[in-house]
């Protein structure tokens, strides 16, 4: 940035004879700001004439302004339809670095120091094809973890304890990624109704950490306080090689719709920083009351200039983009994959090496843009996107196929369109893009769990307060002939092998894994699928665990492990026809006898058993090659092991049919050999032998299927 960039400096920055407060607003007609006392939030001890300048940034200057300072702004305007202003409110500055609460509804900015002791630390840079994602809560993540002190528990400090970042190495994840840790609130709706927004997707501030999750002394210290246990948590993280990844709602405010609290935007510049229509009404895409308005350059900047301070002076490592279809909507409300926002996010010198995920929906209208966020440009790596059409897929072959084929005698649909998700989803993301633009995902935070998705057909969400109506009723799930607990050996026997089918295809499969905290060993919400407003154990994860889930826990662990170890599960590129490609593997498919898949294979709902052959084609790891073989079906089925060029021999590494997982087995079979395969089961080998060089063939009927 030049002296001559008129965004340039924004919020506070302290130089030797005074701080400099800049606040942009194009159509305040006079703004001040308000200092406070250092012990009483409440008393207004001095206010400060602001000055604009030519490109509507406001200025104000005091000695008094300093670290430690509380301060708020005020802002006076016009009263045209689109603007707000209320000269008597006391407002956030949108680049504050640290908040005070002073009342129910009352806030102060407070400046604080950038300064920070990192030591050794630094960011781990894992490349995409090793990354794995862990979907985490940081206060249901240690809140009853007895390994942490009481006084930690569910704090950054608590995720920073060493049995917990222990926890994380053990299980094998490389990534936490952390729902909203920016300042946020709780909807007046829920205050209303004696709840909690407790997974924080209302953002305060974009620039200081949410203040609640950090330690009691932390909190009574003061912002400084809280900004170095955060960084402290970030810092332990990065020296155990895990990165970190923020969840971030830069889509709408806590301002919620018109009517709602005015604590920044809406009384500063209403009209700049909210998309609204003619009328002043607010044009809502993201279902939460309001929507900022990035065909604006002034919140455009707002965005990156957050991006930048948390990747640079917090050490973040990457961010996942919640409604990230926002983000790409231009002046005329629609979307553009080529949105000067996303480009520069992508191309920004201080973002270089940061990993931007994008959930690539909204709830306006062409909201759907999965597939369609920019890929490399220039250079610049591209966007990875939440993959709902692979969660989809998975569910519906592993759960609603089966359900079907119960009532039905037949699943509806075959096993092309699985195996093009397990292959990396190349008829969602173009070449250029490569499996890696795949974020793959069988849950989230909003949704079932992994084991309510084998337990419940429907959703349970009247703890919710809302009459059981929110929360998705498109869930794919099946209950197994029981909604809900049972003491069904049974049921439940095949209700764990539907949970290990569902991770090892997570797992398993190309393209960048995501697995939600607990789903690792089979926590459960009691079906309900929209647990935002309970913060519990409900929500918390459980650290004390039957038999079966650290059986499970055992699986995911042993799953990550061969996910590691063979590089033909995780290619960076897509294989091209006639060509080999290096990082992208060569993928032969067969049928149950072991005979090359043709085209009926692939669509008819008769055939649901394939095996998968893949080997790498790496420029830095060793030469691999994998057998992953499917079955679709309640009952067993026999294969033939196919008979494939350089292939001598086939090791079972893993079964999802047994409860736990099979030890390191040095048996090996040849090809030909006929291997039962249990009912609606996988099973994955070691291909032994001599790498052959080939061709890529084509990849027979998977560019037709979802």
Not at 619 to 647: M, Q, T, W, Y
């Amino acid at each position: 940035m030049t002296s001559t960039d008129p965004l340039r400096n924004l919020g506070v920055r302290i130089g030797p004879q005074a701080g400099e407060l800049r606040v942009s607003s194009a159509n305040a007609d006079a703004m001040e700001l308000c200092l406070f006392d250092e012990h009483d939030p409440n008393w207004l001890v001095k206010t400060v004439p602001m000055t604009r300048d030519a490109n509507g940034v406001w200025v104000g200057r005091s000695r008094s302004l300093s670290v430690g300072t509380r301060y708020s702004v005020r802002a006076s305007g016009p009263t045209a339809p689109g603007n707000m202003f209320d000269p008597e409110a006391l407002l956030l500055d949108p680049y504050a670095r640290g908040l005070v609460r002073v009342a129910s509804d009352g806030w102060r900015s407070v400046v604080v120091s950038d300064g920070f002791d990192w030591g050794e630390a630094a960011k781990p840079n894992t490349p995409l094809d090793h990354t794995v994602i862990y979907e985490a809560h940081v206060r249901g993540i240690s809140h009853q973890n007895p390994a942490v002190p009481e006084e930690l528990r569910g704090s950054y400090a608590g995720l920073a304890h060493e049995s917990t970042i222990g926890y994380l190495k053990d299980l094998g994840v490389t990534a936490v990624e952390l729902l909203p840790v920016q300042a946020f609130v709780s909807e007046q709706r829920l205050l209303q109704e004696g709840l909690t927004n407790y997974w924080g997707y209302n953002t305060l501030n974009f620039f200081s950490p949410h203040t609640p999750y950090a330690s009691r002394a932390a909190q009574a210290a003061g912002p400084q306080a809280v900004l170095a246990e955060f960084k402290g948590m970030v810092k332990l993280l990065h020296l155990a090689g895990i990165e970190v990844i923020l969840d971030v709602v830069y889509n709408h405010t806590a301002e919620e719709g018109i009517g709602g609290p005015r604590s920044s935007f809406r009384g500063i510049d209403n009209a700049t920083y909210y998309r609204h229509d003619e009328t002043g009404a607010y044009i809502d895409v993201t279902g939460c009351g309001n929507t900022v308005d990035f065909g604006n350059p002034v919140p455009q900047r707002l965005v990156l200039d957050s991006l930048r301070y948390w990747a640079n002076e917090m050490q973040i490592d990457g961010f996942r983009f919640d409604l990230a279809a926002t983000l790409g909507r231009g002046a005329d409300a629609s979307f553009h994959r080529d949105h000067p926002l996303l480009l520069a996010a992508q191309a920004d010198p201080a973002l270089q090496g940061v990993k931007l995920i994008a959930e690539p929906w909204d709830v306006g209208l062409g909201g759907w843009q999965t597939g369609n966020f920019p890929g490399p440009v220039d250079g610049h790596g591209g966007w990875s996107e939440w993959n709902d059409r692979y969660r989809d897929r998975v569910r519906n072959f592993w759960l609603a196929d089966i359900a079907d084929a119960r009532r039905n005698g037949q699943a509806p649909v075959g096993i092309g369109g699985f195996a093009t998700r397990l292959a990396g989803s190349s008829n969602t993301f173009s070449p250029e893009r490569g499996p890696l633009a795949s974020v793959n995902f069988v849950t989230a935070h909003d949704g079932f769990t992994m084991a309510d998705l084998t337990a419940y057909d429907v959703k349970h969400n009247l703890g919710n307060g809302e009459n059981n109506r929110d929360g998705t009723d498109n869930n794919r799930s099946f209950n197994h002939g029981v909604e809900g607990p049972t003491v069904d050996e049974a049921v439940l026997m095949t209700r764990a092998k539907a949970i290990r089918n569902l991770m090892g295809t997570l797992l398993l499969s190309a393209g960048v894994p995501m697995i939600t905290a607990g789903d690792e060993y089979g926590r459960s919400q009691r079906g309900n699928n929209n647990a935002y407003c309970h913060d519990s154990e409900l929500t918390w994860l459980n650290w004390l665990r039957s038999r079966e889930q650290r059986e499970l826990y055992d699986t995911t662990k042993r799953l990550l492990q061969l996910r590691r170890e063979n590089p033909a599960l995780r290619p960076s590129r897509y294989a091209v026809d006639g060509q080999t490609t290096p990082n992208a593997s060569h993928m032969d498919w067969y049928d149950a006898t072991g005979q090359r898949m043709d085209d009926e294979d692939w669509n008819s709902p008769e055939n649901r058993t394939l095996q998968y052959l893949a080997a790498s084609t790496p420029d830095k790891e060793e030469f691999n090659r994998i057998l992953l073989v499917v079955h679709g079906v309640e009952d067993d089925v026999e294969v033939s092991l196919p008979v494939a060029p350089g292939v001598t021999s086939y090791q079972l590494l893993w079964d999802s049919a047994t409860e736990v997982p099979i030890p390191e087995d040095a048996t090996e079979f040849a090809p030909g050999t006929q291997r039962l395969i249990g009912g609606t089961s996988m099973q994955l080998y070691r291909a032994n032998g001599p790498r052959v060089e080939q061709a890529a063939p084509t990849e027979a009927g998977q560019e037709t299927h979802g």
